[in-house]
């Protein structure tokens, strides 16, 4: 599919920009096992690029891959100009791409705001000694880090849990304190991994509206995995598809639900 025109696509009120990140005949294999079969796809700043597929399809594979949880045997990935064989954990995360995981990845005893707090990690500059003693620049730095993550409370409208054991809240609050926390580290890139997995239909719907208005109000690009295809179809800009780690589908979400592969292998695991 031709991508020239991204304004033409997306429509004039979008803000979708150039490839910011290119995925390009990536293979990876475990032992025996392939996960990913020579994969290519791009995504572009600021849309909103689905992940889709049957169960084993390699969907996680994939996200492991952008943020080098993973590297891949063969191919080249391409982030903001810069070729590499394979991210890099730390590397990723400081260049931008934060994640969130499909079972919920928090520190179940700490409350709402220092879980969110952890996510601001890579942005602090005071080293370790200075934090210890709570003194001068590390106190100011301090103040500003937790100034940031109140504004993310406040964004995701979780104030009255703020000071909450982050184990004693309800599955839908956790994924969304999930979220909070992986927007602390203000991230280019934001990788969601089944963000609604698990939830009532009250709950799909306010995390809908809030990785809209993450994507809208911070221009943050979301690259996402999830089930839903109700979901998927309404907030994606474009879709690709998976399939026994193989490349099914790719355009928007009209175009993908017309595609007959992809027709099929929903319809194969359905049986
Ligand atoms: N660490 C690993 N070691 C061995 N095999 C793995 C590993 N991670 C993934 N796989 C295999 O790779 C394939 C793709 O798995 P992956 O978890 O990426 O699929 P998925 O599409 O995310 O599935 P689901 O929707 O069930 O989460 C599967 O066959 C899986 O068993």
New binding site residues.
């Given amino acids: 599919m031709q991508m020239n025109e991204p304004d033409a696509l997306f429509g004039a009120t979008r803000r979708i920009g150039p490839v910011i990140l290119d995925l390009q005949h990536i293979s990876?294999s475990?032992?025996g096992?392939?996960?990913?079969t020579d994969i290519s796809f791009d995504v572009r700043q600021h849309e909103i690029r689905a992940?889709i597929?049957?169960?084993?399809?390699?969907?996680?594979?994939?996200?492991?891959v952008i943020n080098g949880v993973?590297r891949p045997q063969q191919g080249d990935i391409i982030y903001r100009g810069e070729h590499r064989k394979n991210m890099d954990c730390y590397a990723a995360a400081k260049s931008g791409i934060a994640r969130t995981f499909?079972n919920i990845a928090l520190f179940k005893g700490m409350t709402v705001l220092d879980n969110i707090m952890t996510g601001r990690n890579l942005k602090m500059k005071s080293n370790f000694l200075l934090q210890a003693i709570y003194w001068g620049p590390a106190r100011r730095e301090e103040i500003e880090h937790r100034k940031k993550a109140e504004e993310i409370i406040d964004f995701l409208e979780i104030q009255a849990i703020r000071k909450t054991p982050v184990g004693r809240l309800p599955y839908g609050l956790q994924k969304r304190v999930e979220l909070g926390r992986a927007l602390a580290a203000e991230p280019e890139i934001l990788l969601l991994?089944?963000p609604m997995a698990g939830m009532n239909v009250e709950e799909k719907q306010d995390m809908c509206r809030f990785i809209l208005d993450v994507n809208d109000q911070f221009g943050t690009t979301i690259v996402l995995?999830e089930?839903d295809m109700g979901v998927v179809m309404d907030i994606s800009d474009r879709v690709v598809v998976?399939d026994y780690?193989k490349k099914i589908g790719d355009g928007t979400p009209d175009e993908v639900r017309g595609n007959q592969d992809v027709i099929n292998a929903y319809l194969g695991t359905s049986h």
């Fill in positions: 990876l475990f032992g096992v392939k996960a990913l992940i597929g049957p169960n084993g399809a390699g969907k996680s594979s994939m996200l492991n993973y499909q991994d089944e995995i089930h998976l780690g």
